[in-house]
């Protein structure tokens, strides 16, 4: 198929036509995350720059009143990595706080490893469990011996930027109404693989442009797990963490229910290690998209409903996350079937019609990203352009084909209580409790 033929074909087109054999793109995905993406960005960035004497201000007032903060690092054979981001947290311009680890069973030398920094100082606490409890059970057993005013909670294949603590904080000086930070996650390990680069623009779309535009409009639904900041006070009205998978976007959405704000902060840098082949982002996938049905449409599904504490935020928070992840998937197959029965001989045609415009809707997206974050760019960031023509592919048909599997095996067996990333034990009483 020749390119002089695609372009006859798409000149033959009506505006009707048009749209009606490219709905999706020009009725859904380009309103959401171009169009409304682009006008919040150009809000946001001179926005930024205006605030900047408000930033100063609680930049002073943080350093004048120097609160103990809590770093917890909950994880399961990650000593390889702990080294690095102790080493991250002892150049951290901000110093008043604690790192506490807790190894929630490993079965490798991570406790030799832990227990050495330890002695060196560069870890304040470390806790070893020799039965392993899952994520949230280490997570809330740091919280438990921590200090600090506030909880930074990081990932152990982690590692943070100098400024990143203090970044990170910022927020809670400003508006006394904030009782979640989320910090800007992006790819440590993203030279290693086709894999880690792809996941490192992914993460530039997602995270640092799709949770700070979301922040904006005070929807933001999740506090990454591998990096985010909570109010002391907050974690302990919740009593910490409930048992995952989804653990992050469960207490975001708990927070929120209690009234307060969630925001992002996409200067406040944290480098986490990716799967490096696709066959383990698959599996990662798996259990982060079940999720999305276990924790918004089960377990917080009061949230879409009428009641006393309605809140038409957290509504909207929820039923756009359900809208555009659940129902645009059902939305995707139905798609495909209307194309290959309405005029299959037109199939190629519209295979590369939609390839071509969701490829330069992600250069545009890469773009409005650059503008963002340029000022924390590295060089090899930049260099990732070249990887954009391999995005529609792996986001509009591999992540979407696990993604549907992941809902399907969800909806029908309740998978993710079976996971083996949590110990049965402990996922057999959230089932029951129906955590």
Same mark, same amino acid.
């Given at each position: *198929?020749?390119?002089?033929?695609?372009?006859?074909?798409?000149?033959?087109?009506?505006?009707?036509?048009?749209? $009606?054999?490219?709905? !999706?793109?020009?009725?859904?995905? *380009?309103?959401?995350? =171009?169009?409304?993406?682009?006008?919040?960005? =150009?809000?946001?960035? !001179?926005?930024?720059?205006?605030?900047?004497?408000?930033?100063?201000? $609680?930049?002073l007032n943080l350093y004048r009143e120097r609160p103990l903060v809590s770093v917890i690092v909950p994880g399961k054979n990650e000593g390889k990595h702990i080294p690095r981001l102790a080493e991250s947290l002892k150049e951290q311009y901000y110093k008043n706080y604690e790192l506490i680890i807790v190894d929630d069973g490993s079965d490798d030398d991570t406790a030799v490893i832990c227990r050495k920094l330890e002695q060196q100082g560069k870890?304040? /606490?470390?806790?070893?469990?020799?039965?392993?409890?899952?994520?949230?059970?280490?997570?809330?057993?740091?919280?438990?011996?921590s200090k600090?005013? @506030?909880i930074v909670h990081i990932d152990a294949d982690s590692h943070l930027k100098m400024d990143t603590i203090e970044t990170i904080l910022l927020p809670f000086y400003m508006d006394d109404s904030i009782g979640a930070v989320g910090g800007d996650v992006r790819v440590a390990n993203t030279e290693k693989s086709f894999a880690t680069r792809l996941q490192a623009?992914?993460? %530039?779309?997602?995270?640092?442009?799709?949770?700070?535009?979301?922040?904006?409009?005070?929807? =933001?639904?999740?506090i990454a797990g591998a990096h985010g900041a909570f109010r002391r006070d907050i974690l302990e009205r919740l009593h910490g963490w409930d048992v995952g998978p989804g653990l992050d976007g469960d207490i975001t959405l708990k927070i929120r229910k209690l009234g307060f704000r969630v925001v992002h902060e996409p200067m406040a840098v944290c480098y986490t290690n990716v799967p490096e082949t696709f066959r383990r982002v698959a599996k990662q996938r798996f259990r982060w998209d079940r999720s999305m049905i276990r924790f918004r449409v089960r377990k917080h599904r009061?949230?879409?409903?009428?009641?006393?504490?309605?809140?038409?935020?957290?509504?909207?928070?929820?039923?756009?996350?359900?809208? %555009?992840?659940?129902?645009?998937?059902?939305?995707?197959?139905?798609?495909v079937v209307q194309m290959m029965f309405?005029?299959?001989?037109?199939?190629? @045609?519209?295979?590369?019609?939609?390839?071509?415009?969701? /490829?330069l809707a992600n250069i545009?997206?890469?773009? *409005?990203?650059?503008? /963002?974050?340029?000022?924390?760019?590295? $060089?090899?960031?930049? $260099?990732?352009?070249?990887?954009?023509?391999?995005?529609p592919v792996y986001t509009g048909i591999f992540l979407r084909i696990v993604r549907t599997y992941a809902y399907l095996m969800e909806f029908v067996h309740g998978a993710s209580y079976y996971d083996k990333w949590n110990p049965w034990k402990v996922s057999r009483v959230a089932k029951e409790e129906k955590l």
């Open positions: *198929m020749l390119i002089e033929d695609v372009l006859e074909f798409l000149a033959g087109l009506s505006t009707t036509q048009l749209i $009606a054999y490219f709905w !999706p793109f020009f009725l859904l995905d *380009m309103t959401r995350y =171009l169009f409304l993406d682009f006008i919040i960005i =150009l809000i946001y960035i !001179p926005k930024r720059i205006f605030e900047h004497a408000r930033y100063k201000q $609680a930049r870890i304040d /606490l470390f806790i070893r469990n020799e039965i392993r409890g899952g994520k949230a059970s280490a997570a809330n057993t740091a919280f438990n011996f600090g005013k @506030y623009i992914e993460y %530039f779309k997602s995270i640092s442009t799709g949770r700070t535009i979301s922040s904006e409009l005070g929807i =933001l639904r999740i009061d949230i879409l409903l009428p009641s006393a504490g309605f809140s038409l935020t957290n509504f909207i928070a929820s039923a756009e996350n359900i809208f %555009f992840n659940l129902v645009l998937d059902v939305k995707w197959w139905f798609y309405v005029n299959p001989a037109l199939l190629g @045609y519209i295979f590369i019609i939609n390839y071509v415009l969701y /490829l545009v997206e890469f773009i *409005m990203a650059c503008a /963002l974050l340029h000022s924390s760019l590295r $060089a090899k960031d930049y $260099a990732l352009v070249l990887f954009l023509p391999l995005i």
